[in-house]
């Protein structure tokens, strides 16, 4: 119930491209989906995140589609560049005694080629 | 740089050794959480502070594992006598309570162990 599951494990995609990474969940008590990205030596990094009464959040040629009833949300990368090769996570949050706990899939590495 | 630092960056220590690992999160931030990540894994939640109160620790986080906050600034998380399963990155992330606002958890560039 607590699980996120992240496909595809990797994924490649060239230059200009479209790069898509899906989440799903179980737990309707998760309020928050936040996507991070990790460069390799570095800690996550806050990229884009989402409240579940939204369907879709677009920051610059980044992009969250969320669907409440099928449990899924999306990550596109519109015109992918080499810049933008890094491991995404997305999360989603649980509220409990007061705090808040993020739950992360298990990582999609992207790599854009030139 | 203000953002949330962690010291080392690297450890190497032999099975069985002690270890601790610093964090100094983001100055304002009364909020502290730990967490482990694996190879090819995402982060998973080990422990949680509001200020120096150790609110919540998971099951992942053994009795060889000991977080502390003095202060309710810098964190330290001690693993005594390491097991070669320990090896991972620790990441430590700060956030902000503020009302029912969604918290950005800020994460530092976390303390890789190695356990020969």
């Known amino acids: 119930q607590q699980q996120v599951k992240q496909s595809p494990q990797s994924l490649i995609v060239q230059k200009g491209g479209i790069s898509i990474i899906n989440c799903a969940y179980e737990n309707t008590a998760f309020d928050y989906f936040p996507w991070y990205q990790q460069f390799p030596g570095k800690g996550p990094a806050l990229l884009i995140a989402?409240?579940?009464?939204?369907s879709e959040k677009k920051e610059g040629r980044f992009t969250i589609s969320f669907n409440k009833s099928a449990k899924q949300f999306s990550l596109h990368i519109m015109d992918s560049q080499p810049g933008d090769s890094a491991t995404y996570f997305c999360a989603a949050r649980v509220v409990s005694g007061g705090y808040n706990k993020l739950i992360f899939g298990a990582g999609t590495r992207l790599a854009v080629h030139p | 740089d203000t953002g949330v630092s962690q010291d080392p960056r690297h450890k190497i220590t032999k099975r069985g050794q002690n270890v601790t690992f610093r964090c100094d999160p983001i100055s304002e931030h009364n909020r502290l959480y730990w967490y482990r990540q694996t190879l090819g894994q995402g982060p998973e939640f080990l422990t949680y502070f509001q200020n120096e109160a150790q609110l919540e620790k998971s099951r992942l986080l053994s009795d060889r594992f000991s977080a502390e906050r003095p202060k309710g600034s810098f964190s330290t998380l001690e693993i005594q006598r390491t097991e070669q399963g320990d090896s991972a990155m620790y990441l430590c992330a700060s956030s902000l309570t503020s009302g029912m606002t969604y918290n950005e958890q800020f994460f530092g560039p976390g303390t890789r162990l190695t356990v020969l």
């Open positions: 989402i409240r579940p009464d939204v």
